[in-house]
């Protein structure tokens, strides 16, 4: 049987309380991660069903008279194609940090327990 001093006590109930609180923190953390991927996700579908609609749009305006409309709509679907590659971009760094942000999570819990 192992006795423990009251100054062994303290330290273990420390200990304890700031694995708690870190452990809070990193859901806490995960959470908004999940949340700014998600949104992220939202933003790049909705950039790709834009453009999407833009490429139908140009298409079927190179089947009619085009002229300055089609030239609009070609500045314009650049411009949503440079949104979704920033978009993308934006995505994958923050899928990036997740996994970073997971590695880290398990190895603390590792350590932790």
Do not use: H, P
């Not at 700031?18 to 991927?37: C, F, G, M, P, T």
């Not at 997971?102 to 350590?111: D, E, G, N, P, W």
């Amino acid at each position: 049987m192992i006795v423990l001093c009251r100054c062994d006590e303290e330290q273990v109930a420390e200990l304890e309380s700031i694995v708690k609180d870190l452990r809070d923190q990193l859901r806490e953390q995960e959470e908004n991660a999940e949340s700014v991927i998600a949104k992220w996700q939202e933003s790049c579908n909705a950039l790709e069903e834009r453009n999407s609609e833009l490429i139908s749009a140009l298409e079927s305006s190179e089947r009619s008279e085009a002229g300055a409309n089609e030239e609009a709509m070609m500045v314009k679907l650049e411009e949503t194609e440079k949104s979704l590659a920033e978009a993308r971009e934006s995505l994958g760094a923050e899928a990036d940090a997740e996994l970073e942000w997971q590695r880290k999570s398990m190895v603390l819990f590792a350590t932790a327990t």
